[in-house]
């Protein structure tokens, strides 16, 4: 009787601690309460790696991206011909980059490791140390998944998709960097994006970071990056470094449809 009596009371403080202490799922935000933040970007764009190595790194540090679905899509101002051929606004270099970025996110669906690859990556464009892209996957993971869509059809294919994305845009987008947050663009109004994703959640758990956001926008002429930006069919001088060993690396690895990059 007594051990019938210590088991019933064991049970009623398992449910009451099951329900004064939810389970970590329950802390976060289910899928469909998450807010959708798709970046739009071209690889050698410089105001696109300084959003996405700057600006973007901050809702991995304040809890933000967990309350956000995150989608990047390489490929930005990049014109493709009836032909199949495409080309980029920052050359053959970009078009290279373009497509070993739209198989990273193919490769690693998880936000944060695909993130860290692209970060790694768009950090060395700023120094014009491109060409040594593989370094990135030393110390954030493997390269096969990557090696093996880049060798394969489905590195073009991924090209293609991002490109009918990227053009089917309503409204098209005018330059890159290009946000959108649930479906609207932010447009010029970078500096804020985390503004735009706390305000479009809808659901219970807010990042504390949210409740500063709301009270903290910076206006148009408060905020630094505006006017920053790559403009559609906006020359732009080559970003090619001197020498030819990113070119080398296609016939390392077959990178198939390379005779399309014009």
């Not at 998450?34 to 996405?52: D, G, M, Q, R, S």
Request: charged share 20%; proline share 5%.
């Amino acid at each position: 009787m007594a051990s019938y009596m210590l088991l019933s009371l064991s049970t009623h403080y398992i449910l009451l601690f099951s329900l004064a202490f939810p389970s970590n799922c329950e802390l976060f935000s289910s899928p469909s309460e998450k807010v959708n933040l798709t970046l739009y970007y071209e690889t050698l764009c410089p105001y696109c790696a300084n959003f996405i190595v700057g600006k973007l790194s901050t809702i991995f540090n304040n809890g933000i991206i967990d309350i956000t679905n995150l989608r990047l899509v390489p490929w930005g101002n990049a014109l493709m011909y009836e032909n199949g051929s495409f080309q980029c606004q920052h050359g053959r270099d970009e078009c290279i980059l373009n497509i070993i970025e739209g198989c990273i996110v193919h490769s690693y669906p998880e936000p944060a490791e695909e993130y860290g690859f692209i970060k790694c990556i768009e950090d060395l464009t700023r120094n014009r140390t491109y060409d040594k892209w593989e370094s990135c996957f030393q110390t954030t993971g493997s390269l096969t998944p990557v090696a093996d869509c880049l060798d394969s059809d489905l590195a073009l294919q991924i090209a293609m998709q991002n490109n009918e994305e990227t053009g089917f845009l309503n409204p098209p987008h005018e330059y890159v960097p290009w946000v959108i947050v649930n479906g609207t663009p932010i447009l010029e109004d970078l500096e804020n994006f985390t503004y735009y994703v706390c305000n479009a959640y809808k659901g219970n758990f807010l990042p504390n970071a949210c409740e500063s956001q709301q009270t903290a926008r910076k206006t148009t002429e408060e905020a630094s990056s505006i006017g920053k930006v790559c403009y559609a069919g906006e020359k732009q001088p080559s970003k090619k470094i001197p020498s030819t060993s990113f070119d080398r690396y296609s016939g390392r690895h077959r990178m198939k449809g390379m005779e399309k990059v014009l």
